[in-house]
């Protein structure tokens, strides 16, 4: 078994070689991506069924089409993102060509989390080829049915000297942290980032750290309390509420709260039934540990709906804590299960004194009929996304940066986003080797006739003279 001083080595000297630069080996990869995908479909389903007991609706709209999505957007566009852009020049400069060149850093690393184990390291995978890139992927030994498919068989699909899957748990994760790597992309637990930045900084490789957090969702009291349920309980639900981006916990006057629970009530049954455990929508707790974990923070507060667990099937229901306090446990760490708080709160002003107090959060949501009372939330506060009167879905636009903000990470990604964040902006100046007697104004010594023709000329309001 090859070492893991040896694939970087051997990863490395492929980057220097130029390989991974051509237009045609970036795509030639990128659709190698997409037969993986294509030729492994049903396979990578089963594996995810067996991880997280997704469904054949959640395998498609939350990984595989996605994916799929990301590697045709980079196939289309892949030429005109690495096309050198032309920059705004000052007269001084009209002769020359400036220009931006986005350049490849090298050898990469993607460290990718159990909740999404195909999407969340696909998609940046995209990015790093498009860019140009070698790349090492570690994904999550957590997911174990889905790392087994991603190593045996996603290696067959690329060429092997630029592209390698390593296995392991954390370990071997800080034996890879160890070396020196040329970019680090990492999605995880904003503990495990400190650990990624730390060892990142000892050799100064820049990073992106796509973080969590207790995501807020303001609801104001002119809402449909079930049109707010419904969108609510859909994105809190989802994939067992093992979701970055999920609503963490619900803010509301006591008097929402009221027609709220009800109406979560109803929107639960009609998603999942009565008995939300015979559902093959509803989605499993990944293992025993944070099984463990998520039934102890059943105890806080008071259980308005749900609170049913078993341990054997690592199920816990759809729930609804009320009685609330911002001391509680589950008020003090990301959830990332299917339990959603309610805190009372009995103003905006109170909402988001109660929200800015706190990190930035990944993703904040506010529902409200009031166009002002959605703005206001959004000028007044910070977050990674934001979005009102609905949720989860900004995540699914190429368009649009995925990513945190302070403790909830840094960095984005997505369609372009993705290729600027795995491409190194490179700055570049050709200048002509003649008319040395023009530019010898800025040479000593200095004369205030020259100093004023220099500064004029350096001006960019003076390149619209030509």
Same mark, same amino acid.
């Given at each position: 078994?090859?070492?893991?001083e040896?694939?970087?080595?051997?990863?490395r000297? +492929?980057f220097?070689?130029?390989?991974?630069? /051509?237009? %045609?080996f970036?795509?030639?990869?990128?659709r190698? $991506? @997409?037969?993986? *995908?294509?030729d492994?479909?049903?396979?990578?389903?089963?594996?995810?069924?067996?991880?997280l007991?997704k469904?054949?609706?959640?395998?498609?709209?939350?990984e595989?089409s996605?994916?799929q999505s990301e590697?045709?957007?980079a196939?289309?566009?892949?030429?005109?993102?690495?096309?050198d852009e032309?920059?705004?020049?000052?007269l001084?400069?009209?002769?020359?060509?400036?220009?931006i060149?986005?350049?490849?850093f090298g050898l990469?690393?993607?460290v990718?989390?159990?909740n999404?184990?195909?999407?969340l390291i696909l998609?940046?995978?995209?990015?790093?080829?498009? +860019?140009g890139?070698?790349?090492?992927?570690? /994904?999550? %030994?957590?997911?174990?049915?889905?790392?087994t498919v $991603? @190593?045996e068989? *996603?290696p067959?699909?690329?060429?092997?000297?630029?592209f390698?899957v390593?296995?392991?748990?954390?370990?071997e994760m800080?034996q890879?942290?160890e070396?020196?790597f040329?970019?680090?992309?990492?999605t995880?637990?904003?503990?495990?980032?400190?650990?990624v930045?730390a060892?990142?900084?000892?050799?100064?490789?820049p990073?992106?750290?796509e973080l969590?957090?207790?995501?807020?969702?303001y609801?104001?009291?002119?809402c449909?309390p079930?049109t707010?349920?419904?969108?609510v309980a859909?994105?809190?639900?989802?994939n067992?509420?093992q979701?970055?981006?999920?609503?963490d916990?619900?803010?509301?006057?006591?008097?929402m709260? %009221?027609?709220?629970?009800?109406?979560l009530?109803?929107?639960?049954?009609?998603f999942?039934?009565?008995?939300?455990r015979?559902?093959?929508d509803?989605?499993?707790i990944?293992?025993e540990?944070?099984?463990?974990?998520?039934?102890?923070?059943?105890?806080c507060?008071?259980?308005?709906?749900g609170?049913?667990?078993?341990?054997s099937?690592?199920?816990?229901?759809?729930?609804?804590?009320?009685?609330?306090q911002?001391t509680?446990?589950?008020m003090?760490?990301?959830?990332?299960?299917?339990i959603l708080?309610?805190m009372?709160?009995r103003?905006?002003?109170e909402?988001l004194?109660?929200i800015?107090?706190?990190?930035k959060?990944?993703?904040?949501?506010a529902?409200?009929?009031?166009?002002?009372v959605?703005?206001?939330v959004?000028?007044r506060t910070?977050s990674g996304?934001?979005?009102g009167?609905d949720?989860?879905?900004?995540?699914?636009?190429h368009s649009?940066?995925f990513?945190?903000?302070?403790?909830s990470?840094?960095?984005?990604y997505?369609g372009?986003f993705?290729?600027?964040?795995?491409?190194h902006h490179?700055?570049c100046?050709l200048?002509?080797?003649?008319l040395?007697?023009?530019y010898?104004?800025?040479?000593?010594?200095?004369?205030?006739r020259?100093e004023?023709?220099?500064?004029m000329?350096?001006?960019?309001r003076?390149c619209?003279?030509?």
């Amino acid at each position: 078994m090859e070492s893991i001083e040896d694939t970087l080595g051997r990863l490395r000297e +492929a980057f220097r070689t130029g390989r991974t630069r /051509p237009a %045609e080996f970036r795509a030639a990869q990128l659709r190698g $991506l @997409a037969r993986f *995908l294509q030729d492994n479909k049903q396979r990578l389903q089963e594996a995810l069924a067996q991880d997280l007991h997704k469904s054949a609706f959640d395998f498609e709209v939350s990984e595989n089409s996605v994916s799929q999505s990301e590697i045709n957007l980079a196939l289309k566009k892949l030429r005109a993102w690495m096309k050198d852009e032309k920059v705004s020049r000052t007269l001084a400069m009209q002769l020359d060509s400036v220009f931006i060149r986005k350049e490849p850093f090298g050898l990469v690393l993607i460290v990718a989390p159990w909740n999404y184990p195909l999407n969340l390291i696909l998609v940046p995978l995209v990015g790093a080829i498009a +860019a140009g890139n070698c790349v090492v992927l570690k /994904p999550s %030994e957590i997911s174990r049915n889905t790392q087994t498919v $991603l @190593a045996e068989m *996603l290696p067959r699909y690329l060429d092997q000297s630029c592209f390698a899957v390593v296995l392991g748990g954390p370990e071997e994760m800080g034996q890879l942290l160890e070396h020196k790597f040329d970019y680090i992309f990492f999605t995880g637990s904003p503990r495990v980032g400190k650990i990624v930045m730390a060892a990142a900084a000892k050799h100064l490789t820049p990073v992106t750290l796509e973080l969590g957090g207790k995501n807020p969702c303001y609801v104001d009291d002119d809402c449909d309390p079930q049109t707010v349920a419904n969108r609510v309980a859909f994105f809190r639900y989802f994939n067992a509420g093992q979701t970055c981006v999920a609503p963490d916990y619900i803010l509301c006057s006591p008097e929402m709260q %009221e027609r709220l629970v009800p109406a979560l009530q109803d929107a639960i049954t009609r998603f999942y039934g009565e008995d939300p455990r015979s559902s093959p929508d509803l989605g499993r707790i990944i293992n025993e540990k944070h099984f463990q974990r998520l039934q102890g923070l059943l105890g806080c507060g008071r259980v308005a709906i749900g609170g049913q667990s078993e341990e054997s099937d690592r199920y816990i229901s759809p729930t609804v804590l009320v009685d609330v306090q911002e001391t509680d446990p589950v008020m003090q760490e990301e959830i990332f299960g299917p339990i959603l708080p309610i805190m009372n709160v009995r103003s905006l002003d109170e909402a988001l004194d109660f929200i800015n107090r706190r990190e930035k959060p990944l993703s904040l949501y506010a529902f409200s009929n009031s166009s002002q009372v959605v703005k206001q939330v959004l000028a007044r506060t910070s977050s990674g996304a934001f979005c009102g009167n609905d949720g989860y879905m900004h995540v699914t636009l190429h368009s649009l940066p995925f990513g945190g903000v302070g403790a909830s990470g840094m960095g984005s990604y997505h369609g372009k986003f993705s290729f600027d964040t795995f491409s190194h902006h490179r700055a570049c100046l050709l200048h002509p080797t003649g008319l040395e007697k023009i530019y010898s104004i800025r040479y000593p010594p200095y004369k205030p006739r020259n100093e004023r023709l220099l500064l004029m000329a350096m001006n960019t309001r003076s390149c619209t003279l030509l």
